[in-house]
Nanobody
């Protein structure tokens, strides 16, 4: 599976962005798809994930502001980010794994290249 993330950019605080992650290969619909982010000087952290059954999980820091969704017909997962804050500035990565929901990055086996989100104050 190859993953290609896009949609990053520069936005003012309070604004919105939608990230996309297009997957190639078979069995996309069976994978758990996750979003992670890494800010400068910080470790990679979990943001959100969605299972093949569309169960979702969010980091506390983004609950109520971010929404993860997937379109299996398009082999694409999305991250809608609203009410962005400067602390959301990071490189955002999409990732895929089989099996069950997880917030642990080391359990994800396929990774995209990352897309930079910069939120200005």
């Amino acid at each position: 599976v190859q993953l290609q993330a896009s949609g990053g950019g520069v936005v003012q605080a309070g604004g919105s962005l939608r990230l996309s992650c297009a997957a190639s290969g078979r069995s996309f619909s069976s994978y758990v798809m996750g979003w992670f982010r890494q800010a400068p000087g910080k470790e990679r952290e979990f943001v959100a994930a969605i299972t093949w059954g569309r169960n979702t999980n969010y980091a506390d820091s983004v609950k109520g502001r971010f929404t993860v969704s997937r379109d299996n017909a398009k082999n694409t997962v999305y991250l809608q980010m609203n009410s962005l804050k400067p602390e959301d500035t990071a490189v955002y990565y999409c990732a895929a794994k089989g099996g069950y929901m997880s917030t642990m990055s080391h359990e994800y086996i396929y990774w995209g290249q990352g897309t930079l989100v910069t939120v200005s104050s």
